[in-house]
């Protein structure tokens, strides 16, 4: 813990003091255009992976960055993504998985959480993803079987956040943007699912060599 409590005296005196402008605004409210859904795993730090400022994601997170049903409003997930869309009005939610999730260990070793059995339980909104993985990817294992799993269980996830009454809503008057993305920890890369070709395509790739020459030529001539 006391690496925390120099960590708030370094941010008071260091960070808050020199963007004072920005945390004086944000005070008075909030307007950000994403949410953020993805695992509590303690290696994904949203903010320093999608390099955005205090008040630009509205985060829900959780283990296996799980959306459970619409259950009639007896979830907090229910709640947070009702206010984002209904309230904050955020024009995209993103579902972002990652690689080595431990979340998705379990989905695939359910033997393993007998010690857990709230997580057990909480798994249960993703047996659609166990199910997946036992009838398509007999052929994968190790780690390329725990990201096929973390793939398949952010489209899972993804329906089941259509399942929200304001999410349907939202959708039909094209008020928002529902994204997949998974994380590769490995890396520092981050995976896009494309509806047309069905795959995950690298998102933020560095502009080919010759593209930042011709670019660079431009500014300078
Ligand atoms: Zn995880």
Not at 77 to 90: N, Y
Not at 165 to 180: F, I, K, N, S, W
Not at 183 to 205: C, H, I, W
Request: proline share 5%; charged share 20%; hydrophobic share 40%.
């Amino acid at each position: 813990m006391q690496k925390l409590i120099e960590g708030l005296h370094r941010f008071q005196s260091e960070v808050f003091s020199t963007q004072r402008e920005l945390f004086t605004r944000l005070a008075k409210g909030q307007s950000p255009e994403v949410m953020f859904i993805t695992c509590s795993d303690s290696r994904i730090n949203p903010s320093l992976i999608t390099q955005t400022r205090p008040g630009e994601m509205f985060s829900l997170r959780n283990a296996g960055n799980i959306v459970p049903p619409y259950s009639h409003g007896t979830q907090g997930e229910d709640a947070t993504i009702e206010f984002a869309l209904a309230s904050l009005k955020v024009q995209h939610i993103v579902v972002c998985g990652h690689s080595c999730c431990g979340a998705m260990k379990g989905l695939l070793h359910p033997e393993a959480l007998e010690d857990l059995p709230a997580m057990k339980v909480w798994l249960k909104h993703a047996e659609a993803t166990q199910r997946i993985m036992r009838d398509n990817y007999q052929h994968l294992h190790g780690d390329a079987l725990l990201t096929a799993t973390a793939e398949e269980n952010v489209l899972v996830q993804l329906e089941n956040l259509r399942t929200h009454p304001t999410v349907r809503e939202h959708l039909e008057r094209r008020a928002v943007t529902l994204y997949g993305w998974v994380y590769k920890l490995e890396t520092g890369q981050m995976f896009n699912y494309d509806p047309v070709s069905g795959q995950f395509l690298r998102l933020g790739a560095p502009p080919p060599r010759d593209l930042v020459s011709a670019e660079a030529g431009r500014i300078a001539g």
